[in-house]
């Protein structure tokens, strides 16, 4: 199983490995269907933009450091639940906000490295609860590599998963994180902490964020992990950004929008070249593949070579480098 962008779907060499669902979790299609092209229009038209297929290069990947959908689905419904709550004035579903916090920690503490689902891969009436999803996985991986204990990590993900909550009730873009910590912070079963990190992730430590221009030491750590987790899942599901790409530009703002080793942390959980991905190593023409999976290193896969039909584990191979990502369409053309 791999993850492709829908314009690179070829109903005639692959079918669907998950389901497609819309925004009320109903099937339009299941697993193991093809996609006509105009159904796949379609499905663009709603907002989906990737899909989980299975062809004759996907096999042997199994996408382990991927959240399983269902369970994010689940999640996600959690998080709808209690932003419409607080669209209507209504207490926030607490209990159930930390039962999917308490499944989002598990979920990053059994896997060395994570990579998201896109939140374009659901009905486009999802995409706000799917980016909060995210946003506090990635928020999690990065506490977990710095060393945050069981309780600080639920604060922080408690505070991701409602850091857009202010949304529900202005489209003022600097209006929102006041409006989410005032949401947040009457609810005192809730750490004021993780009401602060909706009040400051948009803030910057070179004091250029909003709405209260905070700089340096005061800026939460916890609200800068939020800051760089809300953009990373923005570059990689809203701009499409490939993950090695998306992470290069991430560090390019170390020391000022987010500390160095909240940076650090954060290139070291999340994986470059996601399982699925087509490469073209450094090697010539032998060197066209498809990365298998992710070993000890996340930003050195194995790499099965299509030529040659065996795989190269980069991280025992310091020369070899990914030189170039190949589109779909072209790495069909060369196989």
């Known amino acids: 199983m791999r993850m492709i962008g829908i314009e690179e779907y070829d109903e005639r060499t692959m079918q669907l490995a998950k389901p497609i669902c819309d925004s009320r979790r109903r099937v339009l299609l299941g697993a193991g269907n093809v996609i006509h092209p105009k159904y796949r229009e379609k499905l663009e038209q709603i907002g989906i933009k990737y899909l989980f297929i299975e062809d004759f290069k996907s096999k042997g990947i199994s996408l382990e450091e991927m959240m399983d959908m269902p369970t994010w689905l689940d999640i996600i419904t959690v998080t709808e639940n209690a932003y419409k709550a607080a669209e209507t004035n209504q207490p926030l579903p607490l209990p159930e906000i930390q039962k999917a916090v308490k499944k989002l920690i598990s979920e990053v503490q059994k896997r060395n490295a994570i990579m998201l689902i896109p ?24 506490g977990k590599k710095i060393g945050h204990t069981y309780t600080q990590l639920n604060n922080l993900g408690i505070g991701c998963l409602l850091h857009d909550i202010g949304k529900t009730r202005t489209s003022n873009k600097e209006e929102h994180p006041e409006i989410g910590f005032n949401i947040i912070r009457v609810h005192r079963e809730i750490n004021l902490v993780s009401a602060h990190i909706a009040y400051q992730h948009h803030e910057t430590i070179d004091g250029k964020g909003f709405p209260r221009s905070l700089a340096g030491n005061d800026i939460l750590e916890f609200a800068q992990i939020c800051s760089l987790a809300n953009d ?3 570059l990689i599901s809203q701009d499409g950004i490939m ?20 940076v ?19 090697i010539g023409s032998k060197g066209r593949g498809i990365v298998t999976r992710i070993e000890s290193n996340p930003h050195r896969p194995i790499v099965r070579l299509l030529e040659l039909n065996k795989e190269i584990n980069l991280n025992q191979h310091p020369t070899i480098i990914v030189e170039t990502i190949l589109k779909e369409e072209n790495h069909r053309q060369l196989i």
């Open 119 to 142: 939140t374009t891969a659901v009905d486009q009436s999802l995409f706000l609860y799917a980016h909060a999803v995210n946003v506090t996985l990635i928020a999690l991986q990065i």
């Open 232 to 234: 990373y899942d923005h």
């Open 243 to 262: 993950p090695h790409e998306a992470i290069e530009q991430i560090m390019t703002f170390s020391e000022k929008k987010y500390s160095h080793h909240i």
């Open 264 to 282: 650090l942390a954060f290139s070291q959980g999340i994986i470059s070249y996601p399982p699925g991905t087509n490469v073209q190593l450094n």
